[in-house]
């Protein structure tokens, strides 16, 4: 078997790119190449890698990642080898008549826990977006949540200089400077707010719900562990990304770690980096307490899986960062059914503008989410197929189907 092509669509509104890789026996498999902080990866870029994978055999999925992974890079420049990995998997697992979680050494568990990404709260005022960073319209936006059909038992929610939520508490930051990425030191002011965003959480969630915060990129070391001491009645499942968040291109292992070793919240980063190399001092330093590597950031199902183990070798949670559409949620199935018992979940970010994501999808079981799990696939391959129907009436203008 050889691969003959690699096609991508995009979806509407950019941010979501669906890479396909055919071979000559009629074949295919599905990878993701999604959208970073600052805007999709260009199909191009995707695209230039089918030169030195075109003519190999997708099911020696080693084999292809060594001719592309040293191409890949922090953040979005990991998307394009991340895909093609995940959909050779995909192809490997349909010539075998296998689910890729059997490739991959066999699941550990059958359900997999999710949690939902909820941003910051309801604007409560239609002419005023500051409104959706009080109190209350947080607790109103977890209110919402518990109503959902999913039941998810844990939910993260945007604080600090994520959303950018201090940027609208006048005062409560002291630089001026509203660039991105966004960096700052919180004064007393903007400390209260982030804590009464959190206790009007934990008012509406209880301790039957896990709570998780985002609060990056980035505030100051020293406001961080301000924070992070503040927010230790609270019992957090986390807090994300207080010192390097999104669209910061490094981690800075020290910082972490004294940020770590200062309170007793669970300090989570991770999201962007690439190949076991780009977590190497984070997870030898035990420099946070948890690490959120992205499967279509990271270098794909394989090395996802290799970090989740070198994180528990380390004494360290992993909780997978995803903010990608329904491939790389089907992706992520089969590699949180083979990761070691450090897993805790990983993330939904569909519920707000894609009501229609499980439709791209069939030959599953629906609804995919339930009571916060979704099941492990057993068909061949990832387990699913995409509609092209469905698809087709979300491409973004000027796209057509794989062609």
């Given at each position: 078997?050889?691969i003959?092509?690699?096609k991508?669509?995009?979806?509407?509104?950019?941010?979501?790119?669906?890479?396909?890789v055919?071979?000559?026996?009629?074949?295919?498999?599905?990878?993701?190449?999604?959208?970073?902080a600052?805007g999709p990866?260009?199909?191009?870029?995707?695209?230039?890698?089918?030169?030195?994978?075109?003519?190999?055999?997708p099911t020696?999925?080693?084999?292809?990642?060594?001719?592309?992974?040293?191409?890949?890079?922090?953040?979005?420049?990991?998307?394009?080898?991340?895909?093609?990995?995940?959909?050779?998997?995909?192809?490997a697992?349909?010539?075998a008549?296998?689910?890729?979680?059997?490739?991959?050494g066999?699941?550990i568990?059958?359900?997999?826990r999710?949690?939902?990404?909820?941003?910051?709260?309801?604007?409560?005022?239609?002419n005023?977006?500051?409104?959706?960073?009080?109190?209350?319209?947080?607790?109103?936006?977890?209110?919402?949540?518990?109503?959902?059909?999913?039941?998810?038992?844990?939910?993260?929610?945007?604080?600090?200089?994520?959303?950018?939520?201090?940027?609208?508490?006048?005062?409560?930051?002291?630089?001026?400077?509203?660039?991105?990425?966004?960096?700052?030191?919180?004064?007393?002011?903007?400390?209260k707010a982030e804590?009464?965003?959190?206790?009007?959480?934990?008012?509406?969630?209880?301790?039957e719900?896990?709570?998780?915060i985002?609060?990056?990129?980035?505030?100051?070391?020293?406001?961080?562990?301000?924070?992070?001491?503040?927010?230790?009645?609270?019992?957090?499942?986390?807090?994300?990304?207080?010192?390097?968040?999104?669209?910061?291109?490094f981690?800075?292992p020290?910082?972490?770690?004294?940020?770590?070793?200062?309170?007793?919240?669970?300090?989570l980063?991770?999201e962007?980096?690439?190949?076991?190399?780009?977590?190497?001092d984070l997870?030898?330093?035990?420099?946070?307490?948890?690490?959120?590597p992205?499967?279509?950031?990271?270098?794909?199902?394989?090395?996802?899986?290799w970090?989740?183990?070198?994180a528990?070798l380390?004494?360290?949670?992993?909780?997978?960062?995803?903010?990608?559409?329904a491939?790389?949620?089907?992706?992520?199935?089969?590699?949180g059914?083979?990761?070691?018992?450090?897993?805790?979940?990983?993330e939904?970010h569909?519920?707000?503008?894609?009501?229609?994501?499980?439709?791209?999808?069939?030959?599953?079981e629906?609804?995919?989410?339930k009571?916060?799990?979704?099941?492990?696939?057993?068909?061949?391959g990832?387990?699913f197929?995409?509609?092209?129907?469905?698809?087709r009436?979300?491409?973004?203008?000027?796209?057509?189907?794989?062609e």
């Amino acid at each position: 078997m050889k691969i003959v092509d690699i096609k991508v669509i995009t979806l509407e509104g950019g941010h979501y790119k669906l890479v396909r890789v055919d071979t000559d026996e009629g074949l295919y498999g599905y990878g993701e190449a999604s959208w970073g902080a600052r805007g999709p990866v260009p199909k191009e870029y995707i695209q230039f890698f089918k030169r030195h994978v075109v003519g190999l055999d997708p099911t020696n999925v080693e084999n292809i990642m060594i001719q592309i992974r040293h191409m890949g890079g922090f953040g979005q420049l990991g998307n394009a080898a991340s895909a093609i990995e995940c959909a050779c998997w995909d192809i490997a697992g349909k010539a075998a008549g296998l689910p890729v979680y059997k490739l991959l050494g066999g699941k550990i568990r059958d359900r997999i826990r999710i949690y939902v990404d909820s941003g910051s709260g309801v604007q409560l005022d239609p002419n005023d977006r500051s409104s959706r960073y009080r109190p209350e319209a947080y607790a109103e936006k977890a209110r919402r949540r518990l109503a959902l059909r999913d039941g998810f038992t844990i939910h993260k929610y945007d604080i600090g200089l994520h959303g950018p939520h201090l940027w609208h508490v006048p005062g409560g930051i002291y630089e001026e400077n509203q660039a991105y990425p966004y960096q700052g030191h919180a004064t007393e002011k903007g400390l209260k707010a982030e804590i009464a965003i959190v206790e009007a959480l934990k008012g509406v969630l209880g301790d039957e719900i896990g709570l998780a915060i985002d609060a990056g990129p980035a505030q100051s070391l020293q406001a961080s562990m301000v924070l992070a001491k503040a927010l230790e009645p609270y019992n957090l499942v986390w807090i994300e990304d207080l010192l390097q968040g999104a669209d910061n291109h490094f981690f800075d292992p020290t910082a972490f770690r004294l940020l770590s070793e200062s309170t007793s919240t669970p300090i989570l980063a991770g999201e962007n980096g690439y190949l076991r190399t780009g977590f190497r001092d984070l997870l030898d330093q035990q420099a946070v307490d948890i690490v959120a590597p992205d499967l279509h950031h990271c270098g794909g199902l394989a090395e996802l899986k290799w970090l989740a183990e070198f994180a528990d070798l380390h004494g360290i949670q992993i909780a997978p960062h995803n903010a990608n559409f329904a491939i790389a949620f089907m992706a992520n199935l089969h590699v949180g059914a083979v990761m070691p018992r450090n897993y805790i979940a990983f993330e939904f970010h569909l519920t707000d503008g894609f009501p229609w994501w499980e439709d791209a999808l069939t030959g599953v079981e629906k609804p995919l989410i339930k009571d916060g799990f979704a099941k492990v696939p057993d068909r061949p391959g990832l387990g699913f197929d995409l509609n092209e129907e469905v698809i087709r009436q979300h491409l973004a203008p000027g796209e057509t189907w794989f062609e």
